[in-house]
């Protein structure tokens, strides 16, 4: 469609919701980190808007890094595979690291990221994500940080995509019907 609105079914959290818990979020960890040297991990592409606000939000310095992973493919579905497309720059020995996500959804990649980077000996690995979705209460991964717990259902914009599609929606929304056909 011409104007990406017109593709979502419902918008779930408008700019300033997000903006919003992420100022709470940001306080909170904090509160927790601003005697310590944190790195700050992004998981690209989906975390790019949620840490470019979050670490605004964050009243001191943090270092940042990147990793790029995929397990999605350009379905809505998770293939079960995850593949490192872009690995850390950082070596994370005795690093404080605090994972920023988007979404957790089946919990597949993070758990994945979660063993992952524990293999490598930081002095401490925390995540935080803006959404959450109730299949993730299913998995065994302790989060620290929760934006918003969401309804089951498959969202896009403000990173998340459908097809590679939406991210730059300012709104997190459901598709409309005739998106998927
Ligand atoms: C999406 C999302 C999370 C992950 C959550 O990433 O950004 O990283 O899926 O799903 P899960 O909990 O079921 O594993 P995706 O693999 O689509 O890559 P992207 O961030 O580049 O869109
Ligand atoms: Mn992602
Ligand atoms: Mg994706």
Not at 44 to 56: E, N, P, S, Y
Not at 63 to 83: C, F, H, I, L, P
Not at 131 to 140: D, I, Q
Request: glycine share 8%.
């Amino acid at each position: 469609a011409e104007h990406m609105g017109d593709d979502l079914a419902e918008v779930l959290l408008t700019e300033e919701d997000i903006h919003g818990r992420l100022e709470e979020l940001a306080e909170e960890v904090w509160a927790d980190y601003h005697d310590k040297d944190v790195l700050l991990v992004g998981v690209l592409k989906g975390a790019i808007m949620v840490m470019a606000d979050f670490m605004r939000a964050l009243p001191g310095s943090a270092e940042v890094d990147w990793m790029a992973v995929s397990s999605y493919g350009s379905g809505t579905k998770s293939s079960g595979v995850v593949r490192i497309l872009k690995d850390l720059d950082t070596d994370i020995t005795d690093r404080h690291v605090l994972i920023v996500e988007d979404i957790i959804d089946s919990g597949l990649t993070l758990s994945w990221i979660r063993t992952n980077l524990l293999s490598r000996g930081p002095a401490s690995l925390e995540i935080c994500t803006l959404l959450r979705k109730p299949t993730a209460a299913k998995v065994e991964i302790d989060t620290r940080y929760v934006g918003f717990d969401i309804p089951e259902a498959f969202v896009v914009g403000y990173g998340l995509d459908y097809d590679e599609k939406y991210r730059n929606l300012r709104v997190i929304g459901t598709l409309a019907p005739h998106v998927y056909s």
